[in-house]
């Protein structure tokens, strides 16, 4: 199963998570994090500035522009966290499993 499914096309909604490591959330004060995704092995988005919504509890959005949709099938993506002392991937040890379904009109 999808950890995200959106349709060809669309923009909405927003990717919104949490940002967790083995303890649980990462509190993200004082961090950058970007958002990547590739879709049959192209990157679709690099490296695209997330709004950190609590840093204190680790949530972060990424808005959808309409070039991110126009192409369908499964799609794997990561988050990124820089602090000046180091930089983490999230989730650790996976990639995020989305689904773009077909838009049938």
Request: hydrophobic share 45%.
């Amino acid at each position: 199963m999808a950890d995200f499914t959106i349709a060809q096309g669309d923009t909405l909604p927003a990717v919104a998570a949490t940002l967790n490591d083995a303890n649980g959330p990462v509190n993200l004060t004082g961090a950058t994090v970007t958002f990547s995704l590739t879709l049959g092995g192209v990157a679709v988005i690099a490296d695209r500035a997330c709004t950190i919504t609590d840093a204190a509890t680790g949530q972060v959005s990424v808005a959808w522009q309409p070039a991110d949709t126009a192409g369908y099938g499964n799609a794997f993506a990561q988050f990124h966290a820089v602090w000046t002392n180091g930089r983490q991937t999230f989730p650790n040890g996976r990639m995020l499993d989305f689904t773009i379904t077909p838009a049938l009109s």
